[in-house]
């Protein structure tokens, strides 16, 4: 996770803006997967996709949703109840504590509305500045970039910035690329590393931006064996988008559930 010695950092934002129009180019279909839709409903969403899937928050919200459609719902809620409704998300006491908190702490500081400064958002409970990014920039078109562990991991072998801290990351980034373009790129970014750029074994030999990796060969660079770890409805796209044969790319990739 190192940065180049000889690039410049001029350089390094010029690759960093060839990076993001491949990652257009790449992700037409990006966008927040946690459906919602209100901030009240994303700021829940976001919530509770703390070491869970979005997929399996989208199976829990429809319901949770509809028992709940205020803030002040979820101040007054009964905690075994909504316990229950979220058990599947993982970790369901604290996110418990987190939900009825945040509506009360809505009611009493905001009128019951979720607010769209990100000095409000982060005083809340369970909203750092992560879920505070999420919610501004999707429920209130207020450009932000969101440092998940994808986005992360992503600029990092990138050698786009070598700062672990998410915050330090955030602003790197950010002064790379024009503010209105930040919220998009977080998603481009996350669905890049859901989908192509995975943790352990990344699908280097299947990756539109090869060329301008500096860690290209962490993952397997042969074609054949780099379309199999391609996840996700668009597989077979992504694959030919890398130039490679979308027929490498196996019928249950095409089905596997992007992490």
């Keep these: 996770m190192t940065r180049s010695a000889t690039e410049t950092d001029l350089g390094r934002t010029r690759r960093a803006r060839r990076i993001g129009r491949v990652l257009t180019e790449t992700h037409p279909d990006a966008l927040c997967e946690l459906d919602h839709g209100s901030p009240l409903e994303l700021a ?4 509770l996709s703390a070491q869970c899937t979005d997929k399996k928050v989208n199976e829990v919200t ?3 949703f509809a028992r709940y459609p205020t803030a002040a719902d979820y101040a007054g809620a009964d905690r075994g109840e909504v316990e229950e409704m ?7 006491r604290n996110k418990t504590n987190s939900l009825i908190q945040l509506g009360q702490a809505l009611v009493e ?6 607010p769209g400064r990100l000095a409000d958002l982060v005083t809340l409970p369970g909203i750092g500045r992560k879920t505070a990014n999420v919610i501004l920039g999707n429920a209130f078109d207020v450009p932000g970039i969101t440092v998940d562990t994808h986005f992360q991991r992503l600029v990092r072998r990138w050698g786009l910035t070598i700062e672990t801290d998410p915050v330090k990351i955030e602003h790197e980034i950010g002064a790379m690329f024009p503010k209105r373009d930040w919220t998009m790129l977080s998603h481009r970014i996350i669905f890049h590393g859901r989908r192509v750029c995975h943790a352990r074994k990344p699908a280097c030999g299947a990756c539109t931006l090869a060329k301008l990796c500096p860690s290209y060969g962490t993952g397997p660079t042969e074609p054949a064996a780099a379309a199999k770890l391609l996840k996700g409805p668009r597989a077979r796209d992504l694959a030919a988008a890398a130039g490679v044969d979308p027929e490498l790319v196996p019928a249950q990739a095409v089905q596997a559930e992007a992490p």
């Design 44 to 47: 829940v969403a976001t919530i």
């Design 86 to 92: 979220i058990r599947p998300t993982g970790f369901y």
């Design 62 to 64: 429809p319901k949770l």
């Design 109 to 114: 500081r905001h009128d019951g509305q979720v």
